[in-house]
């Protein structure tokens, strides 16, 4: 079975920096995306990033988020700097069996606990 486990999050100032965590485990096939999602209280779950034969960002977080891999650990990161209030939100970690990244919630199976993000101005 899948499992992914999110971590990193916190408070942080507008300005700051965070590198969240997505360590996966139980994965049997070579061809698949790992995306990350947020959702703020009152708001729609949205996607940020994600990576897989390639890479996606939102346009809200595109120059200031970073994802990157740790192949041999399992763990994927999503480096975000100049946080800013509106990225405050709980951010999941999300895969799909497909290397192609889409920006759907309903295109992934597996989903993290969720972290929070908290930036204060």
């Known amino acids: 079975q899948v499992q992914l486990v999110d971590s990193g999050g916190g408070l942080v100032q507008a300005g700051d920096s965070l590198r969240l965590s997505c360590a996966a485990s139980g994965l049997t096939f070579s061809n698949y995306a790992v995306s990350w999602f947020r959702q703020a209280p009152g708001k729609e779950r949205e996607f940020v990033a994600g990576?897989?034969?390639?890479?996606l960002y939102a346009d809200s977080v595109k120059g200031r988020f970073t994802i990157s891999r740790d192949s041999a650990k399992n763990t994927q990161y999503l480096q975000m700097n100049n946080l800013k209030p509106e990225d405050t939100a709980v951010y999941s970690c999300?895969?799909?069996?497909?290397?192609?990244?889409?920006?759907?919630?309903?295109?992934?199976?597996?989903w993290g606990q969720g972290t929070q993000v908290t930036v204060s101005s």
């Open positions: 990576s897989g034969a390639g890479t």
């Open positions: 999300a895969l799909r069996w497909s290397a192609l990244v889409v920006s759907s919630q309903r295109a992934y199976a597996y």
